[in-house]
């Protein structure tokens, strides 16, 4: 078994990726260190050290908090099953926003978002494409691209910078969420920008994120990555870098936002947070 410092580490340096996978992670190593030593003083650390671990994410902490409140093996299975199948539950609304051709662009990789778009290629049996933007710095998109290829679905990578290039050429954007705020939706760094040029081009909008991303906490911070990701030539070093992970982009944006309860305009989901 991992120790906890390994788990930590491994989360760190994206050996996993997406607030989902972040949470179901944890929630596995701490299931173990439960069955082994129970609720006690270990769990407590583990969940201490986790708190801190990539905290924008808010499913995590939202998972800790009902494990507080009901300290239980079935507590952390019940969730493990909730987060494993929101993309599944979500998808069934899927057809309601992707019709046969739509031509989708998305950004990051987000397991919920790609369960969305999956689902509409089973579903339909047509010819939906996507453009995956390659999201800078450390290309989560590419893992996108591969994914969606994998199925059979047509996909074009795109640097980021031509996002405002190819907007017009989409029926809609589809991005997955990291916490949903009352300001706005937290997603990878770069998704505010995106979300600009899509309502610029009047093109709709649409988060994927289930309701364990609901975010009330009130100290809440953007994490910074290191430097490096953005500028890794030695050279460069002595250059201010500044790499914020994720940005906000605020609900006048969002054309629709779907979890597994339904469909909702940003109008009608932020009077809920
Ligand atoms: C990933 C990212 C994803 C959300 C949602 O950021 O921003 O869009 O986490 O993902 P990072 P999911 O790569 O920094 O973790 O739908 O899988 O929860």
Redesign the pocket.
């Known amino acids: 078994m991992k120790t906890i410092v390994q788990i930590t580490e491994d989360i760190e340096n994206?050996k996993v990726?997406?607030?989902?996978?972040?949470a179901l992670y944890g929630l596995s190593f701490l299931r173990k260190v439960a069955v082994r030593e129970g609720f006690g003083p270990r769990f407590s650390a583990a969940t201490k050290r986790l708190e801190k671990t990539?905290s924008t994410?808010v499913?995590l902490h939202n998972c800790l908090e009902i494990i507080k409140s009901s300290p239980k093996i079935s507590t952390i299975d019940s969730l493990i099953d909730t987060l494993t199948t929101a993309?599944k539950r979500e998808s069934i609304y899927s057809d309601k926003i992707i019709k046969p051709g739509s031509k989708i662009m998305t950004?990051?990789?987000?397991?919920?978002?790609m369960s969305f778009i999956k689902h509409a290629r089973t579903a339909h049996k047509n010819k939906i494409s996507v453009i995956a933007c390659k999201t800078e710095p450390?290309e989560?998109g590419v893992t996108t691209a591969k994914e969606l290829s994998a199925v059979g679905i047509p996909v074009t990578l795109i640097d980021d910078n031509a996002a405002g290039f190819f907007i017009n050429e989409v029926d809609m954007v589809i991005?997955?969420?990291?916490a949903l705020r009352r300001e706005g939706v937290v997603?990878?760094i770069g998704?505010s920008l995106l979300a600009q040029a899509a309502a610029g081009a009047s093109t709709p909008l649409y988060v994927?994120?289930n309701s364990l991303?609901i975010d009330h906490r009130r100290s809440f911070r953007i994490e910074e990555r290191p430097a490096t990701e953005v500028l890794p030539k030695k050279g460069l070093r002595k250059i201010k870098v500044r790499n914020p992970?994720?940005d906000i982009t605020p609900w006048q944006f969002v054309t629709m936002l779907v979890n597994e309860n339904g469909i909702f305009t940003g109008k009608q989901f932020v009077i809920l947070l």
């Open positions: 994206f990726q997406g607030a989902n996978q972040i990539r994410a499913v993309g950004y990051c990789h987000s397991g919920e978002a450390l989560q991005v997955g969420a990291d997603n990878k998704t994927v994120a991303k992970a994720f």
